[in-house]
């Protein structure tokens, strides 16, 4: 019988994944652009394993994630206050 390696780091990847998605898919629908490209960004980086990242970066995954999710927050931000 297979083991299942499920870490806490994967769990909140994907449901991090999920999340920005819907958002993608609404940001979209409602053409804001700038929002459906840094959520495509982000979600490529959620599939790169953390070993990865660790290794070509040198530095904690943790804060390369906050990186991108400080990213993607301020480009939605930049992309409402475009539209509005």
């Known amino acids: 019988m297979q083991k299942i390696n499920i870490t806490f780091t ?3 990847k994907w449901i991090t ?3 920005i998605l819907l958002i993608q898919g609404g940001a979209f629908l409602e053409a804001e652009y700038i929002t459906w490209i840094f ?3 982000f979600c490529f ?3 790169v394993s953390d070993e990865k ?3 070509r970066l040198k530095s904690p995954y943790i804060m390369v ?3 991108f999710f ?3 927050v301020g480009a939605a931000w930049v992309d ?3 539209v509005n």
Do not use: P
């Open 53 to 55: 990242v660790k290794e």
């Open 39 to 41: 959520g495509l960004l």
């Open 65 to 67: 994630y906050l990186l």
């Open 80 to 82: 409402m206050k475009l």
């Open 45 to 47: 980086f959620l599939t």
């Open 70 to 72: 400080a990213v993607f």
């Open 10 to 12: 994967k769990i909140y």
């Open 17 to 19: 994944f999920f999340f």
